[in-house]
């Protein structure tokens, strides 16, 4: 039998840190494994067997503290305060003017003691900031990129250090205190943007936290059945007690409700565009809203059981399932390392023992070899094609959350689209009507001279259209709650106008429309009320369609309504009617198939815009499902999407030209070293140079044609 842990472990910062526990937990044969760096969560499953005490001493052994059972009150779910600001600022205050003395010939930045004291704080942050989880990682046999980082910088300082003590008279040829500082610099502005971004996923999970009220209003009934009413905070409702809600009101738990009718907005639970009439015996959703009408219900379900937090549950687990993206750089970093000091140690030996160099000659030839191989330009390979796709991406409308996302736009085949605010604006207009017996300006007029008495949204819709209309004066109108309005002329006529369940059941002609008018009792008419398609809805679809992706609508509408929204668009694929658990499992059936792109704007999509390969949200959408995505098109334009897969591609490309020339300028520049055919100022030089040929192949990224 085997037995599923989960715990939260705090200084998993970034995706190297949580690739580093994942390899540590598959060597103690752990399965099923998500590290999360963005909630700090870690999931693992074992046999039972085993004592997961050990797990967790060798994780901490790595740097770490696991938050055990014992100290969960102590320590909670917070992580350690977080110096990579001070350290990036403080290693940039150093650094510039050490690159500055490249193009400035101002004695003081060309003396060796002013680019020492410059340098030696960067050196000293790098040592304790990468040094030590470089030192752990090899520990454990799982050399990560700050082993790389540490071997660059020590070597340019080692090196530098070693030239200016002992070949003062050279001391210029000899001096790479700038190197040292740059990569460790370069290296924690990227670990930065890294942290941020990881940072800012777990705002999604706070943000549902939120929806859930913080009060709730209980009846206390007591042994005479005299009624007190209690003001307690939500967590302490327990199923069974009696709960009451107002007009305005956000509901605080689930429940059945015992007495009162209302309308409550559960767009964010379901996606449906209207208000949903709730009477005695409907269940009702912990965070939905109380349009208008008074309740008393039962709490059903509490805690963990509900239906938000369930919601919040999917988001977790869907943010944590995401594997870390493991760059290229970090996947061969375990040979690299040792085959760089290999051959570093093998230029020494060779050059000492047998082309009979001397021993400070050949260290020099040998350092040399590691600053030459430097990481730097295979650091900035990513990074450099990632910046200029993120600025291209902001300029076209498209904020983008993390780097990896434009990698993984590359792999998408098939996009899966909410209804509700993302194929439609979530504004509700009249489609058609029918009138029936009488003439179409007197059904206007009647329909929204009693839609003017109504605050229900579909009246609003209806008056707004027919703002031109006649209006017609009414003795008397009174509104049948959950079913319509009935208005009494001055001439005894009785004009009722609400739902099909209420009028229109029993007749067969036409059906499925939202709204029937009927005088004294006899058929008059119908409207249909649709949600508006966005103008550029059609044109996005046809344009994905001809770029070869599938096309898929995921809503928790109504069936007709999503029928007719495909069926104007042309997406075959259709769920409908789908709770925000569906959803998630729908997604999941789909991405075992293909990569699967999500877009969706409501709570309820948050969860599947977290599990998609890639989540886009609009701008407009609900601020959870814009923290829960990995794109948000900020001109809440859906035109912008074909543009922004677009876009992927190209960054994709231009990080796998990058990696490319960075491995071609080690696998040449290595060898030309050891034979000591190449100084360490030109080995800087051409180091330097790559950089740059990267830096100016990825600013190709910002010009190239999106449309």
Not at 676 to 685: D, F, I
Request: hydrophobic content about 45%.
């Amino acid at each position: 039998m085997s037995k599923t842990y989960s715990t939260i472990v705090e200084g998993m910062t970034c995706g190297n840190c949580a690739l580093t526990i994942s390899k540590m937990l598959e060597k103690k044969g752990a399965t099923n494994i998500s590290a999360n760096a963005a909630s700090g969560e870690v999931n693992f499953t074992v046999p039972e067997t085993l004592d997961v005490t050990g797990i967790y001493n060798t994780i901490e052994d790595l740097g770490y503290h696991v938050v055990r059972e014992e100290d969960e009150g102590a320590h909670g779910h917070s992580h350690d305060h977080d110096n990579t600001t001070l350290y990036l600022v403080v290693c940039a205050l150093f650094t510039i003017p050490l690159l500055a003395h490249m193009f400035s010939d101002w004695h003081v930045l060309h003396n060796p003691w002013v680019q020492l004291a410059l340098a030696t704080p960067v050196y000293a942050i790098g040592l304790y900031v990468f040094g030590t989880s470089a030192v752990r990682s090899l520990r454990h046999g799982m050399p990560n990129m700050d082993v790389l980082i540490i071997l660059g910088a020590s070597a340019a300082y080692i090196y530098s250090l070693i030239g200016m003590l002992f070949i003062p008279g050279q001391a210029h040829d000899y001096l790479f205190f700038e190197t040292t500082a740059s990569i460790i610099t370069l290296v924690m502005f990227g670990n930065w943007l890294e942290h941020k971004t990881v940072k800012s996923t777990t705002q999604a999970i706070d943000a549902l936290v939120k929806l859930q009220p913080q009060t709730a209003r209980l009846v206390i009934v007591d042994s005479l059945g005299k009624e007190t009413m209690l003001q307690v905070e939500s967590k302490y409702v327990k199923a069974g007690d009696l709960v009451v809600v107002n007009n305005g009101d956000s509901i605080p738990v689930d429940g059945k409700i015992v007495s009162g009718e209302s309308r409550i907005d559960e767009h964010m639970i379901t996606g449906e565009s209207l208000p949903a009439h709730k009477s005695v015996g409907d269940d009702v959703v912990g965070g939905t809203v109380v349009v208008d009408g008074n309740l008393r219900f039962k709490a059903t379900t509490v805690g963990s059981a509900s239906v938000l937090s369930n919601i919040i549950r999917l988001v977790r687990e869907a943010q944590s399932t995401k594997p870390p993206l493991q760059k290229l750089a970090d996947k061969i970093s375990a040979v690299f390392v040792p085959a760089v000091l290999g051959i570093a140690l093998l230029t020494l030996l060779i050059n000492w023992l047998f082309a009979g160099h001397t021993f400070p000659e050949s260290m020099m030839r040998s350092i040399a070899v590691m600053v030459i191989a430097c990481p730097c330009a295979m650091g900035l390979a990513t990074p450099a094609a990632v910046a200029v796709g993120l600025g291209r991406a902001a300029r076209n409308g498209m904020l983008v959350k993390g780097g990896d996302t434009l990698e993984r736009l590359k792999k998408i085949e098939q996009i899966v689209f909410d209804k509700t605010g993302t194929l439609t604006t979530g504004k509700l207009h009249i489609e058609s009507f029918n009138a029936n017996g009488i003439e179409e300006d007197q059904f206007k007029s009647i329909v929204s001279s009693i839609e003017h008495h109504s605050s229900h949204p579909i009246a609003k819709s209806i008056t707004a259209s027919w703002q031109n209309a006649h209006k017609v004066g009414f003795e008397r109108v009174e509104e049948v709650k959950g079913a319509g309005m009935v208005a009494t002329a001055h001439d005894g006529t009785v004009w009722k106008l609400g739902s099909e369940r209420w009028l229109h059941a029993t007749a067969s002609a036409d059906k499925g429309y939202d709204l029937y008018l009927y005088r004294n009792d006899q058929y008059a008419g119908a409207i249909r009320i649709a949600d508006e398609l966005r103008p550029e809805a059609a044109e996005t679809v046809a344009d994905l369609k001809r770029l070869g992706y599938k096309t898929i609508l995921l809503s928790g509408d109504k069936r007709e309504k999503c029928e007719h929204i495909a069926s104007q668009l042309g997406i075959e694929e259709v769920y409908c009617e789908q709770s925000p658990e569906q959803k998630n499992d729908i997604l999941g059936r789909l991405m075992d198939k293909a990569p699967t792109a999500m877009v969706g704007d409501g709570i309820n999509d948050a969860p599947a815009l977290a599990k998609a390969t890639v989540g886009i949200s609009l701008s407009e959408s609900s601020q959870i499902a814009i923290q829960s995505a990995n794109i948000i098109l900020s001109n809440n334009q859906l035109s912008s999407l074909p543009r922004a897969i677009k876009l992927g591609i190209y960054t994709e490309q231009t990080i796998k030209q990058n990696l490319f020339w960075a491995f071609l300028y080690n696998v040449i520049a290595i060898p030309v070293a050891a034979l000591g055919y190449l100084k360490p100022t030109w080995g800087a030089g051409i180091m330097a140079l790559s950089d740059v040929v990267l830096v100016l192949n990825s600013l190709r990224l910002g010009v190239r044609r999106l449309d």
